[in-house]
């Protein structure tokens, strides 16, 4: 599975951005999606998960009522979102997506096999 992320850019505490990450390759529809970010100086850190199927979600006490993740694994779109909303200076970081399937989910990155190249986000407050 290669993931291509996308999506980060510059924007004012309060405002939104919403990620992208098109996967290409094997099943995508096989592979829960995970979003982690790293800060400089820090480890990365979960985010947000979503099954297969997209019936379970999984957020960081950090995320929860302020990012949703979803994913399309529709007409070939194979795509997984997260909708960031009320952003805050420290949601600034480098956002990776990620796949894996050796669980229905999983909030821990060693459990995740393929990953993005990353997309920098930055809140300015």
């Known amino acids: 599975v290669q993931l291509q992320a996308s999506g980060g850019g510059l924007v004012q505490a309060g405002g939104s951005l919403r990620l992208s990450c098109e996967a290409s390759?094997?099943?995508?529809?096989?592979?829960?999606m995970g979003w982690f970010r790293q800060a400089p100086g820090r480890e990365r850190e979960f985010v947000a998960a979503?099954?297969?199927?997209?019936?379970?979600?999984?957020?960081a006490d950090s995320a929860k009522g302020r990012f949703t993740i979803s994913r399309d694994n529709a007409n070939a779109k194979n795509t997984v979102y997260l909708q960031m909303n009320s952003l805050k200076a420290e949601d600034t970081a480098v956002y990776y997506c990620?796949?894996?399937?050796?669980?229905?989910?999983?909030?821990?990155?060693?459990?995740?096999?393929?990953w993005g190249q990353g997309t920098l986000v930055t809140v300015s407050s």
């Open positions: 390759g094997r099943t995508f529809s096989g592979y829960y």
């Open positions: 979503i099954s297969s199927a997209a019936g379970i979600t999984y957020y």
């Open positions: 990620a796949a894996g399937r050796s669980r229905v989910i999983a909030t821990s990155k060693f459990e995740y096999d393929y």
